[in-house]
């Protein structure tokens, strides 16, 4: 791992402290592999020779008492005259650093030295966040393979930082907003607002924590008398999990006018593939007379668990079974206002993060496309977007979840746990998509088709490219 500070548009910006350092190490990268070595590497873009960047290091880390710290740790810092530019553009009066972390013994390392380095206390104010490198980097302990590292994707959005490891160029990277909460675009309608409180479907006459009454409320009427996240919940979130693998034909329903199909084809006479019809949860909220710690409101306190994104998400933690990870938020928008986008983009290759919100269509009928709500995480979104696909077996289940309103149009798709969920495990999410269907958007015509690398062994396209094989070979 390693990682260049630099000072552009930053005037604020003062060079990293050790300890900070050390610190964003053991959060993203200890648990998940062994950090065998620390060293760090400073430079300049000017010609100075080794001496004279000595001196400018070790002047510009004088008000952080550095100077002491690099004395101590003397036998780790390497100093390079020259760093390339195109490795840490934009620097501190011409000097730049690069501190990484290598493998080779922890205990060496991270033992006496590292505890003393811990102890020392500077100032934090420097922004240890971006890692820009647009080459991979010949340091004096091996390729450093270039990478986009940003500490904290949500901008302090969420209570807890995810950071993201990119292998891509910072400009190869696609333009998103992090948003924690869902948006409503333009004309989409979400039908509650805290001036239309009803009663209906709330535990209006709760106090203190739901989870623990002898008699369930209101709010567990959805989950047939049950809390979904008590322990007894298993039984649903099993059910859930077993629903999403395999479904039977009666959980599907079929609309006459598929929006799905509808968005791809101007004239839609392409049947409906089915929606499947999904078991809801609905979480206690403001309207509820409970408290704000009741232990049926887990969705809307937002992320709790520690992730970090690289090329698909990671859990930084061990999980159980039936743990919330996030929500898929995104800009609700209605499906017609989908599909004007979508043609509007036509052409253009990005990946798109759409769904179509209809797990609640068997109970309230089906929509009009000018009114049927769809999520759209392209431009506005969170963590949920980087989670990647996995045939059948996934370690999370998307639920919908009913915070502000029981109406089943309007819901929160919440990924959970589908198993024990160990640290630096890749999370995965079934997108339900068709791979049977030749134009390869059958079953999920908002997101771009793609070849399934999920390596399940219940990989779904393996089953398909298998079937054209064994059939190519019969025709022979
Ligand atoms: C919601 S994004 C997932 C995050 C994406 N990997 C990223 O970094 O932005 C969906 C896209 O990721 C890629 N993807 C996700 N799962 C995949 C899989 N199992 N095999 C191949 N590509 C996958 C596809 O390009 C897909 O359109």
């Known amino acids: 791992m390693s990682m260049i500070c630099h000072s552009s548009s930053q005037s604020d910006f003062c060079p990293p402290h050790f300890d900070e350092a050390l610190e964003m190490v053991e959060e993203t990268h200890i648990k998940s592999c062994r950090v065998e070595e620390c060293f760090v590497e400073t430079g300049t873009d000017s010609t100075f020779d080794e001496s004279t960047a000595q001196d400018v290091l070790a002047s510009k880390y004088d008000h952080l008492s550095f100077q002491s710290e690099l004395i101590l740790c003397k036998n780790l810092i390497k100093v390079i005259p020259h760093i390339p530019k195109h490795i840490a553009f934009g620097c501190y009066d011409g000097l730049q650093f690069l501190i990484g972390f290598a493998r080779k013994d922890i205990e060496n390392i991270f033992g006496e030295t590292a505890k003393r380095l811990k ?92 989870l623990t009454s002898p008699v369930p409320c209101v709010c567990a009427a959805e989950t047939g008398g049950l ?99 996030c929500e898929y938020v995104g800009e609700i928008l209605t499906n017609t206002e989908l599909h004007e986008r979508n043609v509007q983009s036509a052409g253009n290759k990005n990946t798109r993060y759409q769904v179509l919100l209809d797990a609640g269509w068997g109970s309230k009928g089906v929509l009009k496309d000018e009114e049927a709500p769809c999520l759209d995480a392209t431009v506005y ?48 999410w079934d997108y339900s998509i068709d791979f049977h269907d030749r134009n390869r958007d059958g079953g999920h015509p908002m997101m771009n088709p793609f070849h399934c690398l999920c390596g399940s062994p219940f990989c779904y396209e393996r089953d398909v490219r298998l079937l054209t094989y064994v059939r190519r070979r019969r025709r022979v």
């Open 381 to 428: 979104g969170n963590v949920a977007r980087f989670v990647n696909h996995r045939c059948s077996d996934a370690t999370l289940v998307e639920i919908p979840v009913e915070v502000e309103t029981p109406d089943h149009h309007y819901y929160h798709i919440s990924l959970f746990t589908t198993r024990n969920v160990t640290v630096m495990e890749e999370l995965t």
């Open 119 to 210: 102890v020392i206390q500077g100032r934090r104010s420097s922004k240890l966040c971006k890692v820009e490198a647009d080459h991979n980097y010949h340091s004096s302990h091996g390729v450093i393979k270039s990478c986009v590292y940003i500490d904290d994707i949500t901008s302090g959005e969420e209570r807890m930082k995810v950071s993201l490891e990119d292998g891509r160029n910072a400009e190869d990277l696609p333009i998103y907003f992090y948003i924690p909460n869902i948006l409503v675009y333009k004309n989409a309608y979400v039908k509650f607002s805290l001036a239309r409180i009803s009663h209906e479907g709330c535990c209006s006459h709760c106090f203190g924590d739901c």
């Open 227 to 325: 809390f979904a996240y008590s322990p007894g919940g298993l039984k649903f979130l099993e059910e859930c999990i077993s629903l999403k693998r395999e479904p039977k034909q009666d959980h599907y329903l079929y609309c006459r006018n598929c929006p799905l199909q509808g968005s791809k084809n101007e004239k839609s006479s392409v049947p409906c593939k089915g929606h499947l019809l999904r078991k809801f949860i609905k979480e206690c909220w403001s309207k509820c007379r409970c408290n704000k710690k009741c232990g049926n409101r887990i969705v809307q306190q937002g992320i709790i668990v520690k992730l970090q994104g690289k090329g698909g998400v990671f859990e930084l933690e061990d999980l159980p079974l039936g743990a919330f990870v």
